[in-house]
């Protein structure tokens, strides 16, 4: 049996985000993991499943599930029936809780299947022009000022000695902040790309040294926002 990783749209219908294949398997299922159950029915809905989602299995998984919760979640692979992993936005398993379903599933051995599907980290590396050779995810920074300040040096730092970008997010009330903290603490020919609302009517992908950003600064407000850093 098979777990299904199922992309959720960043913003927009599923038909705009997943290829034909991708949502005709999602619609064949019947059991689901999923981060946020109000979202997976809206998403599921607007897939066009063709039995009524109250019929769909839903089970949770999500920043608060136990890790020796995750192995029951398995329970229909186990019984034959093929599972998909939904995440709220992107690509289950980046960034994601899924990751720990994944994990769990090869351990049992069974197979993992990817879908086609939006991820906001790979779109923002595609468009920002920094290098694409070699890059990290540093998932969130921390939230205190001090130590968020020392992150952002040893990334600018890592950065330059590895040749490498620095991809980190931010819970979206705290972007201003991030941007101010990083326009305070990197070097001036050090390179910061922000890709606000990816896929969106809105979007906008803003890619420049960090001296260009302090003459003309901006503010993204509570917009999902993906941050690029790149020093080598």
């Known amino acids: 049996m098979t777990l299904y990783a ?8 599923p038909e705009a985000a997943l290829p034909r294949p991708a949502l005709e398997i999602v ?8 981060e946020n159950p109000k979202s997976a029915r809206a998403f599921l809905s607007a897939v066009g499943m063709p039995r009524p989602i109250r019929e769909l299995s839903l089970a949770t998984l999500d920043e608060h599930t136990a890790s020796a919760q ?21 690509c289950p398993a980046i960034a994601d809780p899924g990751a720990a379903l994944v994990e769990a599933a090869h351990r049992e051995g069974f197979q993992v299947r990817p879908l086609v599907g939006p991820s906001s980290i790979v779109l923002a590396l595609m468009a920002s022009g920094l290098q694409g050779q070699r890059f990290a995810f ?4 921390p939230r205190d000022a001090g130590e968020r ?4 040096r040893a990334l600018e730092k890592r950065s330059r000695d590895e040749d490498e970008t620095q991809i ?20 001036g020919s050090t390179r910061l790309c922000v890709a606000v609302d990816l896929t969106l009517p809105t979007e906008t992908v803003t890619s420049r040294q960090v001296s260009q950003w302090r003459a003309s600064p901006c503010a993204f407000g509570r917009r999902p926002s993906v941050f690029l850093l790149y020093s080598g």
């Open 138 to 141: 540093c998932g969130y920074l």
């Open 6 to 13: 199922i992309p959720a749209p960043l913003g927009g219908t």
């Open 70 to 90: 995750v192995p029951a979640l398995l329970q229909p692979l186990r019984e034959g029936r093929p599972l998909g992993v939904l995440s709220e936005a992107g």
């Open 149 to 152: 300040e020392a992150r952002i």
């Open 168 to 187: 980190f997010i931010e819970t979206p009330y705290r972007n201003d902040a991030l941007l101010g903290a990083l326009l305070s603490v990197c070097k």
């Open 27 to 34: 619609r064949g299922l019947a059991d689901f993991v999923v």
